[in-house]
Every structure is written in C-alpha cells, then in structure tokens.
C-alpha cells in the first residue's frame, strides 16, 4: 500500500517562494515516477512537474525556470520548490505516484498567490 501526505502550502505573495513536500509512505522505490499536479475550480487537473528513474524531470511551460522538482529517496520525500510564483500558481496542489497503470493520490495541499 501507498500513501502520500502533501505538506508546505500556504499564502505567499507575487514573487515570493514556498517549498512543497510530498512525504510518502508503503511500497515506493526510487525508480518510481512521482509527480506534482495542480488543479483549480472549474478547471482540470494539471501535470506541473514530475520526477523519474534517474531523477529526469519534467515541467509545464508555465513553470520551467521557476519551479524545481526533487526527490530524497532514503526520507521518501519529494519536493515542489517554487520560485517567483505569480498569481495563477493558486491551486491545490497533489502529489501524485505512478505505477503499472495505477496512481496513488496524496490529499492535496492549497497555494495562495495573493498581495
């Protein structure tokens, strides 16, 4: 069994920066796919960042150069760094992992972007 449990969100200003952590727990390996998703009401669920085998990652346009995916394999821990956030970063944000077909969802954790 997985189990992932977002922590790190909060309120921030434009500009400002917030580091996201996705603490897991169960049968999670370094090699497994973990990824940070974001939705807001009213609009789908949307892939922000990813990281693989190998520590590849992966970012949505709208993030590359502000946002930094890590991951601490001996804690279980990944990580959402973000930099410079602008107001359209508000959502909730999840922690997601993948394997053979099957994903694991944490709770979610809400970002706000405000002055």
């Known amino acids: 069994q997985v189990q992932l449990v977002e922590s790190g969100g909060g309120l921030v200003q434009p500009g400002g920066s917030l580091r996201l952590a996705c603490t897991g727990s169960?049968?999670?390996?370094?090699?497994?796919?973990m990824d940070w998703w974001r939705e807001v009401p009213g609009r789908q669920r949307e892939l922000v960042a990813e990281?693989?085998?190998?520590?590849?990652?992966w970012y949505v346009d709208s993030v590359k150069g502000r946002f930094t995916v890590s991951r601490d394999n001996a804690e279980i821990k990944v990580y959402l760094q973000m930099n410079n956030v602008k107001l359209e970063d508000t959502a909730v944000y999840y922690c997601?992992?993948?394997?053979?077909?099957?994903?694991?969802w944490g709770q979610g954790t809400q970002v706000t972007v405000s002055s």
């Open positions: 990281i693989a085998s190998g520590d590849i990652t």
């Open positions: 169960g049968n999670i390996d370094r090699n497994d796919v």
């Open positions: 997601a992992m993948t394997r053979n077909l099957q994903t694991w």
